[in-house]
């Protein structure tokens, strides 16, 4: 079975301004939490994203994440097949561990555990 796309980041300097703007483009509702705004597009058809504010490159990009059960054996999977690991797994506050991957062609992607 395949791994659906559960969530996307949108990166930033100043994460109330980008809050604003989309928020009032698209009416999504976000909300402060710690170094992250999170949206509610509000739509059952979509998912829903945060915003965040790294303070160091990269400032801007938009980056999908994969969810899997297990990030051990796609971290390991993804150098054989000629990508990179950008950034290691990350234990997330409620439970969940994240990564960035580079495909071959330098694309990153974020990959997730689920909810526990």
Same mark, same amino acid.
Request: cysteine-free; glycine content about 10%.
């Given at each position: 079975m395949g791994?659906? &796309? !559960?969530? +996307?980041?949108? #990166?930033c300097r100043?994460? $109330?301004r980008n809050a604003h703007f989309y928020s009032t483009l698209f009416d999504?509702?976000?909300?402060p939490a710690?170094?992250?705004? @999170?949206?509610?597009? #509000?739509?059952?058809?979509?998912i829903n #994203?945060? +915003? &965040?504010? @790294? #303070?160091?490159?990269?400032?801007?990009?938009? /980056? !999908?994440?994969? $969810?899997?059960?297990d990030l051990a054996p796609y971290l390991e999977q993804i150098k054989t097949l000629g990508g990179? !690991? !950008? &950034?290691?797994? &990350?234990p997330l506050p409620d439970g969940?561990? +994240?990564?960035? /991957?580079a495909d071959p062609e330098g694309?990153?992607?974020g990959i997730i555990t689920p909810n526990k």
């Open positions: 791994k659906p &796309v !559960v969530h +996307f980041e949108i #990166g100043d994460k $109330e999504w509702q976000t909300t710690g170094p992250a705004t @999170l949206i509610d597009t #509000g739509n059952a058809h979509g #994203g945060h +915003f &965040v504010a @790294l #303070g160091h490159e990269p400032h801007h990009y938009v /980056l !999908v994440y994969i $969810e899997v059960d990179s !690991v !950008v &950034v290691p797994a &990350v969940r561990h +994240f990564a960035w /991957l694309n990153t992607i």
